[in-house]
């Protein structure tokens, strides 16, 4: 089964999304690998998953992740 990742993730989702050994792991490499995280309103730190996947697209060499089918065309 394809786990359906959330749009707006805690380091916990987050760190596992990016496959990270830990969420400290992960947390030592927002701002140099992986986005700095949103401040939400009752929600705390969170990351998008849209930044973090241009994040990892930029590592690639990739200029531009696609996010949408119309991307493609």
Known sequence: M????PPIMRADTAAAYVNEKSVRAFRRRVGK???????VRG??????KTEIDQAIAALAGTKKSVVDAADVL
């Open 2 to 5: 394809v786990p359906c990742w």
């Open 33 to 39: 690998v992986y986005p700095h995280p949103r401040n």
């Open 43 to 48: 929600r705390g730190k969170v990351w998008l």
